[in-house]
């Protein structure tokens, strides 16, 4: 499965992205879909994922703030943003699960500033 991310960029804190992780074939076919972020000198963490069925869970830095989801039309998951500060900053990766294999997006970049 090959996942490739769009969406990121610069925002001012307070400020909203929305982030898409298209895959190469029907995201039905996939256990679950999920976001992790690595910022500078951290290890690479889990923001949030989605299943199957449609169930969510989110890192407790971003409750409240983000939201995923996805567009079975599409092939594509999503992650938008909201309140954004300093401390979101970090290469954001798309991943996925099939059939106990993990498939990974190259990463894009998130910069919260002022």
């Known amino acids: 499965v090959q996942l490739v991310e769009s969406g990121g960029g610069w925002v001012q804190p307070g400020g909203s992205l929305r982030l898409g992780c298209a895959a190469s074939e029907s995201i039905f076919s996939l256990d679950s879909m999920a976001w992790y972020r690595q910022a500078p000198g951290r290890a690479r963490e889990l923001v949030a994922i989605?299943?199957?069925?449609?169930?969510?869970h989110y890192a407790d830095p971003v409750v409240g703030r983000f939201v995923i989801s996805r567009d079975h039309s599409e092939n594509t998951m999503f992650l938008e943003m909201n309140s954004l500060t300093a401390e979101d900053t970090a290469v954001y990766y798309c991943n996925c699960r099939k059939n106990l294999t993990l498939f990974w997006g190259q990463g894009i970049q998130v910069t919260v500033s002022a």
């Open positions: 989605i299943t199957t069925f449609g169930t969510t």
